[in-house]
């Protein structure tokens, strides 16, 4: 596949659990993206990477967020302990570099935390 | 960081009528402004963008205006159609961190 893809596409789960949301980047493309949408609501930036590097975790939420990345591909999302405020889709975007490219985002991980 | 705004947060227009979207900037520094399109459960889409060294481009029925002194860029869309009925999102990107969005406008055209 020559896009973005992001798993699960959909992830319900209780509060206080643990969550994972995996993000396959497209092939070459340094830059990486996570920004969570509530429903109806603008894109809230997370986090960014260059290459396994996170220049800019400014958007995290709480403590109970983190990401990592693997070299230039695979990255995880996890949310610790979650609530329902939780909610949300979560977006992932990729970019090549150098940047001021077009950023191509995958379908989302809609999660619904009960 | 960046600082986004983006107005109207919805509008609604007829078939035919054009569009404007603004938004405005806080770091000077920022060197490129993408706008993209998000229909309803979909994933967001660039439509255009623009870098800091123009100030204006189109494409068939969607421009965008860049006025770095100001430090603030608008879309376009002229002739619009039911189709153009979405959620349009602008940006701002610093190089070397990350883009930054505005809160999104809803467009409604009606026929």
């Known amino acids: 596949g020559a896009g973005v893809s992001q798993s699960p596409s959909n992830k319900v789960t209780e509060k206080g659990k643990d969550v994972e949301l995996r993000c396959d980047p497209i092939s070459g493309h340094t830059a990486l993206y996570w920004y969570r949408q509530r429903l109806g609501q603008g894109l809230e930036f997370l986090i960014y990477f260059q290459g396994n590097s996170a220049p800019d975790k400014s958007g995290l939420p709480s403590d109970r967020f983190s990401a990592e990345r693997t070299g230039e591909s695979v990255s995880t999302l996890t949310i610790q302990r979650t609530q329902q405020e939780d909610s949300a889709v979560y977006l992932c975007?990729?970019?090549?570099?150098?940047?001021?490219?077009?950023?191509?985002f995958g379908q989302g991980t809609r999660l619904t935390v009960v | 960081g960046e600082n986004v705004e983006q107005h109207p947060s919805t509008l609604s227009v007829q078939e035919g009528d054009s569009a404007v979207i603004k938004c405005t900037y806080s770091d000077s520094a920022s060197n490129y402004f993408p706008w993209y399109k998000q229909e309803l459960g979909k994933r967001p889409q660039l439509i255009i963008d623009?870098?800091?060294?123009?100030g204006e481009k189109k494409d068939q029925r969607i421009a965008v205006t860049l006025n770095k002194t100001a430090k603030h860029f608008s879309l376009h869309i002229t002739e619009t159609q039911p189709e153009d009925s979405a959620v349009y999102f602008c940006a701002a990107e610093n190089s070397g961190y990350a883009l930054n969005f505005g809160k999104g406008t809803s467009l409604l055209v009606t026929p």
């Open positions: 623009i870098r800091s060294n123009v």
């Open positions: 975007a990729s970019s090549l570099v150098p940047l001021n490219t077009e950023a191509f």
